[in-house]
C-alpha cells in the first residue's frame, strides 16, 4: 500500500513538473524580454566585419512593459558621433495582425519621424543582430517543438508558420533549466544550413533576476560577428509611461542621458 | 584661407572652455565641393567651396539643459564671408543653436533662444511647418540637416491630458534663407538674372513677430493635429513697386494634419489655407494671392533595406483659378550593414512640367568618417516656374565629414 501511495506521489510531483513546450517557451520568453515592470541597460555594441573592420555603438535603452505582452522602448544613441543624441523609440505590438509602431527623433532638425514598420529581420543599426532579437519574436509566429533536455537544458525546435516572411527554415533554442534564460539561438537557412548563431556569453542575477551581460550573434554566411556588453542594468526602476511619447523624444529624460 | 586660423583659435577656446566646464562635447569637420553641370551666364561654376566645423554642447543640470551649436566655415562662395550675419548664416559663423530649456511645471516645458523648430507632416514638403528654410544650403547639397534654418524663438509646450499644445513665439520675422542671387541665379519676374535681390525685410522686434501654435493628439493609432500661424509669407514673395524692392507680405495659415499606420506603412495628410491678409481680394498683383495647399502622402517598406515613399501635394489659388500639382518619390536603399546608402528625391509637377531630382550616395567609411556624393538637378519646359529657374543651377557636389 505504501509503495502505491508512493507511486501514485511521484507519479503525480512528475506530472506537475514536467513543463509542457509552450509553458516553456513562454517562461524563456519572459526572462528574456520581460523581467521586471521595466528596467535600463546601457549597451555598448562591437560590430566586427569579416575583414575584422570594427564599428561601435554606444546605447541607452529603457523598456517598460504595458501589459499583456507589449512593450515600449526608448532607445538613446550615444555613440558614433554621427548619430549622436538620436532617439529611436518602439511601441511593441504582440497580437496577430498588428505592427509596432516606431520613430526615430533627428535632434539636428528637431524632427520625430515615424518609421514604417518593415521587416523585423532587417539589421538594427547596422549591426549583425535584428530588430527580433532586440525586442523578441511573438511566440504565435512558430511552432514549437521540445527535441530534447538535460539536467540543465531544454533544446526547443522552432518552425515559422509563415516561412515567407522570414529569411529561416527553423531555429533551436537551448534554455537553461534554472533560469529559463535561451543561452542559444541556432537558425537554419532554406537548405537547411546553420547560417547564424546567437549566444547568451555571460549572464549574472541582478536584483534576483537572471541576466544576459554580454551577448553574440554570429553571421556565419559572410563572417562577421557583433558582441553586446550590457552594463549600468536596473530593474523596477518606476519608468512613466508619459516617458515614451513625443514629449520626451524631442527632450530626451534624465533617465536616458545620465 | 585666412578664416581657417580664426576657426582654429575658436574651436580651441571652445574646447577649453567645455572641458573645463565637464560638458559634453561634440561635432564634425565637413568639407564639401560643388560644381555647376552646366555653364550659366549669370554665375561661375562653383556652387560649394567650404570647410565646417561645427561644436555642439549640451549641458545638463538639474533645473534646465542648456544647449549650444554652431558652425565654424570658410566659405568660398558666398558674397560676404568675411562678416558675420547670424541671421542669413552667411560669413564664418552660424549658430545653430544656443538655448536653454527647463521645465517649471510637470505639464509644461519652455524653450528659449536659437534653436531649430519643426512640426508637420511634409517628406521635404511644408504646408504647417513656417518655421525658416534654407533654399540656398538645400539646393547646393549641403546636409539635409541645414534645409532648416534656426528660428530666435520662446517656445512653450503645455500637456494637459486632452492634449498636447506648441507656441512659438519669434519676436522678430525669421524669414527663409531663400535664393537671392548669391549662389544660384533665379527668375526675377522678367528673365533669368544672378544679381543680388533687394529686399525689405521687417525686423521690428515685437511688432515685426511671429506666433505659431500647434495642437495635437494620437486617437488609436493616429497622430491628429491642428495648427495656425501669423506672420509673413518666408520668402520675399511681394514688391513694392515705389522702392523696387520685394517685400513679405502679411500671412496667416490654418491648418490640419493627419498620420497613421495603413497596411503595413505610414498614411498623412495635410492641408492649410493661406490667408495671405495683405490682398484678401486678390487683387494686387504686387502681393501674393491666397491659397488652399494640401499633401497625401504614403511611405512603405518596399522589399527588406529599400523603403519607398510618394506624395501628392497641391496648391491652388482660386482668386487666379490656378493649380500647381507636385508629385515626390523617394527611394532609399541601405546595403553593406547599412553603411552605404543611395538615395533619390523626386519633385515633378505635371502642370507646370518642371522638377528637380536629388540624387545621394553616402558611405560611412568607418565610425569618424563618411563620403558622400549628391546631385541636384533642376529641369522645366519654362524658365519661369519654381523649378524651371534654376535650370542653370544644376549641381554635383562631394563631401567628406569626420565626427567626434
Redesign the interface.
Known amino acids: 500500500m505504501k509503495t502505491l501511495i508512493t507511486a501514485v506521489l511521484t507519479l503525480a510531483s512528475v506530472h506537475a513538473f514536467a513543463l509542457t513546450v509552450d509553458e516553456i517557451v513562454e517562461k524563456a520568453n519572459q526572462a528574456a524580454y520581460y523581467a521586471g515592470n521595466d528596467g535600463q541597460a546601457d549597451v555598448k555594441m562591437v ?1 566586427t ?1 569579416a575583414g575584422g ?1 570594427e ?2 555603438r554606444e546605447l541607452r535603452i529603457l523598456r517598460l512593459n504595458t501589459g499583456a505582452g507589449t512593450q515600449k522602448f526608448y532607445v538613446y544613441f550615444k ?4 548619430v ?2 538620436q532617439v529611436f523609440m518602439v511601441w511593441k505590438e504582440v497580437e496577430q495582425g498588428k ?1 509596432d ?1 516606431r520613430w526615430l527623433f ?1 535632434p ?4 520625430v519621424k ?6 523585423k ?3 538594427f ?3 549583425d543582430f535584428v530588430y527580433e532579437d532586440v525586442s523578441g519574436r511573438a511566440l504565435w509566429e512558430d511552432t514549437h517543438e521540445l527535441i530534447s533536455e538535460t539536467d540543465t537544458q531544454y533544446l526547443i525546435k522552432n518552425t515559422p508558420k509563415n516561412p515567407g516572411a522570414v529569411d529561416f527554415s527553423e531555429y533551436t533554442v537551448t534554455i537553461d533549466k534554472q533560469t529559463f534564460l535561451p543561452v542559444k539561438a541556432e537558425y537554419l537557412d532554406k537548405n537547411g544550413k546553420l547560417f547564424r548563431r546567437v549566444e547568451a556569453v555571460k549572464s549574472e542575477t541582478v536584483q534576483g533576476r537572471p541576466t544576459v551581460t554580454e551577448s553574440r550573434v554570429d553571421d556565419l554566411v559572410r563572417g ?1 560577428h557583433t558582441v553586446n556588453f550590457f552594463s549600468n542594468i536596473r530593474y523596477d526602476i518606476g519608468l512613466n509611461e508619459q516617458l515614451f511619447t ?2 520626451f523624444l524631442r ?1 530626451p529624460p ?1 533617465e536616458a ?2 | 584661407m585666412s578664416s581657417i586660423r580664426p576657426i582654429g583659435l575658436i574651436c580651441l577656446i571652445v574646447s577649453a572652455v567645455a572641458i573645463a566646464a565637464d560638458v559634453d562635447l561634440s561635432g564634425f569637420v565637413d568639407s564639401r565641393y560643388g560644381l555647376r553641370t552646366q555653364n550659366d551666364p549669370n554665375k561661375g561654376d562653383k556652387t560649394l567651396e567650404e570647410l565646417r566645423l561645427q561644436l555642439s554642447s549640451i549641458w545638463y543640470q538639474d533645473l534646465f539643459t542648456a544647449t549650444v551649436r554652431s558652425d565654424f566655415l570658410y566659405d568660398g562662395v558666398a558674397h560676404h564671408h568675411d562678416r558675420v550675419d547670424l541671421e542669413s548664416g552667411e560669413g564664418p559663423v552660424d549658430l545653430r543653436e544656443a538655448n536653454v530649456q527647463f521645465t517649471p511645471v510637470d505639464w509644461a516645458d519652455v524653450k528659449v533662444g536659437r534653436q531649430i523648430l519643426t512640426w508637420g507632416t511634409g517628406d521635404l514638403l511644408f504646408i504647417n511647418d513656417l518655421f525658416p528654410k534654407d533654399w540656398k544650403s538645400f539646393f547646393s547639397g549641403r546636409d539635409e540637416e541645414y534645409l532648416k534654418a534656426p528660428s530666435d524663438a520662446l517656445f512653450t509646450s503645455f500637456f494637459p491630458s486632452f492634449a498636447s499644445i506648441d507656441l512659438a513665439y519669434t519676436p522678430s520675422l525669421d524669414a527663409d534663407r531663400f535664393i537671392d542671387g548669391e549662389r544660384f541665379s533665379y527668375w526675377d519676374g522678367t528673365g533669368l538674372t544672378g544679381r543680388d535681390l533687394k529686399t525689405d525685410q521687417p525686423d521690428h522686434w515685437f511688432s515685426h513677430d511671429e506666433f505659431a501654435a500647434r495642437i495635437y493628439r494620437t486617437v488609436s493609432t493616429v497622430e491628429l493635429a491642428a495648427y495656425g500661424y501669423s506672420g509673413y509669407w518666408k520668402t520675399p514673395q511681394g514688391f513694392d513697386p515705389v522702392s523696387q524692392r520685394n517685400t513679405f507680405p502679411e500671412l496667416s495659415v490654418y491648418g490640419t494634419s493627419a498620420r497613421g499606420a495603413l497596411a503595413g506603412g505610414i498614411a498623412r495628410f495635410e492641408g492649410g489655407y493661406y490667408d495671405s491678409r495683405g490682398d484678401r481680394a486678390g487683387t494686387d498683383p504686387f502681393i501674393p494671392d491666397s491659397q488652399i495647399r494640401l499633401l497625401a502622402g504614403y511611405e512603405h517598406e518596399i522589399i527588406k533595406d529599400l523603403t519607398g515613399s510618394a506624395q501628392y501635394y497641391l496648391e491652388n489659388t482660386p482668386d487666379a483659378g490656378d493649380n500647381r500639382h507636385v508629385i515626390t518619390l523617394r527611394l532609399t536603399q541601405m546595403l553593406m550593414n547599412q553603411n552605404l546608402m543611395l538615395g533619390l528625391f523626386t519633385y515633378w509637377s505635371p502642370d507646370d512640367r518642371d522638377g528637380y531630382l536629388r540624387p545621394k550616395v553616402s558611405y560611412k567609411i568607418t565610425d569618424n568618417w563618411k563620403a558622400e556624393v549628391n546631385g541636384n538637378f533642376f529641369f522645366g519646359e519654362d524658365r519661369h516656374t519654381f523649378f524651371g529657374q534654376f535650370a542653370d543651377d544644376s549641381n554635383v557636389a562631394c563631401a567628406m565629414r569626420y565626427s567626434f
Open positions: 560590430i566585419d573592420g564599428r561601435i555613440a558614433p558621433a554621427d549622436r543624441n505592427d509602431s533627428l539636428a532638425l528637431n524632427l515615424p518609421i514604417a514598420p518593415g521587416d529581420r532587417t539589421s543599426v547596422g549591426s562577421g513625443e514629449r527632450r534624465r542621458t545620465k
